[in-house]
Each structure stands twice: as C-alpha cells, then as structure tokens.
C-alpha cells in the first residue's frame, strides 16, 4: 500500500513500497539509520560518516556532504536519498531529485530532532524502534534538565573555524544545545548563522565567561587557544567535542551525559 509522508521542508513523498536501498548525505542521519537497524538498507553514505566506523568499508561512498557523486549515487539505484538542509547544499538535492525522493531533514530544536526520528521510522517501517530511542532521548533531556536547573548561567562563545574566526549563530543546532545548558552564546543576536567575528571585538560584543573551541569542523590547537584567550577579560578556553554540539539523531541521547562532563570540569 502506497504510503504519503512529508519530510520536515513540507515536500510531500509517495512511497509505492517501503524503501529498501538508501543513500545518507549526513553523518549524523548515517548513524541514526545505523541504530534504527537499517544498516543492511544502507548502500551509499559520505566519506564523512564515521559513526559506525565500519560503515566505511562496507558501504559505497558517494562523496562529502558539500561535493556528492552523482553518478555514484545514479549506480547504487537508490529508492531514497535523506539529506539536511544545512549539510547539503539546495543545487544538491535538485540535481538528484532525477534520481529518486530525496528527504530533507531540517533541524534546530530538540524537537525538530525527536520528529525526524519519528518520520523516519515511518518512513522505513521501524516504528517500534523509533519509538525506542525517542523514549531514551526524552528520558535523558529531562534527566539534563533536572542536573542543569542548579547550574549558574554563562556567557560562551563557541567558535567552529579560524582564519577567519567563525562562530555558531542563532538558528543552529548547536545554540539550541548552549541554551539547553544555560550558556547564553553571545553572538546570538549576529547576523548569518555562522558569522564571521573579529577577535579583537570580542570584550565589547559579550565578553564570555567560557570560550569554547570545537573540534568540527576545523582543527583547533593549542596556538588558536593562546590567540583567542588573548582578546577576552577572564574567560577558560576548552577543547569541546564538536559532534556532541553538532550531531542530532541518536548522537543526542549520547551528549547529555557529555555535557554533564563538560560542567563539572568547568567548575
């Protein structure tokens, strides 16, 4: 029986079958589809899926998240594509609508997260084990927000590239996940979701109490630290694992004991 679903752009869908072979642009998606028990379905996937990291010797991939192939993609005959409307790019998912559907996810709150996990296990006939992770998923955050209600608010900083110095905007994923914590990002208020900043503003613009240097997608180091702790009054400077800020899907339930980590080591 022919299914009608939408994905989160609102572009509606419809499925003869349930989808058996799929192609992941999105690393994070990669995994969820991963723990839904789908990895057999998966046929195509980026060289960016690192989680599970077998996945990438055992599944064809099709390019990075920005530059897919095409043609790769066209010979894996796929019946969906998921892709994210931040990961990949509008000319993207055009140019392989000619292929099959391509379902566009798009994520900024918690709950855009837990509803992903939900269309997807409709999608794939996996509800029973949607339903599985969205009750893990649920359980942890309350769980969070009972640990977090004693935590004092900060101001952060969260810079995701150097030359130039680029940080996470309002709009994001990763702002959803500071505010969660009650670190209230300074640049929320800049324009562009990951605007350009000069350091040397930094003081004037917010002056953080944490400066939190991530570890996607640019490669910080110990010199990057230095540089930036220079231009702020007081501020600790910490290495952040930037998938837990980034990934959504299952990666979610995994963070919150991270950021449990993270305050008590701050204090």
Known sequence: MAKTLKDQLGTEHI?????KRIVSLVPSQTELLYDLGL????????????HPFHLKSTKTIVGGTKNVKIDKIMALQPDVIIANKEENTLEIVESLKGICPVWVTDIISVEDN????EDLGLLFN?????????DKIK????????FVQDQPEKKVAYFIW??????AGNDTFINTLLKLNKWNNIYEAKEGRYPEVELK????????????L???PFPFKDEHAFEVGRFTHHAKTAFVDGEMFSWYGTHLFRAFDYFKKIHQRLQ
Not at 114 to 117: G, R, V
Not at 126 to 134: D, F, G, M, N, S
């Open 214 to 216: 991530s570890s996607e």
């Open 126 to 134: 996996k509800r029973v084990e949607a339903q599985k992770w969205l």
């Open 162 to 167: 150097a030359n130039p110095y680029m940080v």
């Open 139 to 146: 359980f942890a955050h309350q769980d969070f927000l009972q």
């Open 201 to 212: 503003k930094m003081r004037l613009e917010g002056d953080p109490d944490f400066v939190f």
């Open 114 to 117: 837990l509803k992903m996990i």
């Open 15 to 19: 499925f003869e079958t349930t989808p």
């Open 39 to 50: 990895e057999d379905s998966i046929v195509g996937i980026t060289k960016f899926c690192i």
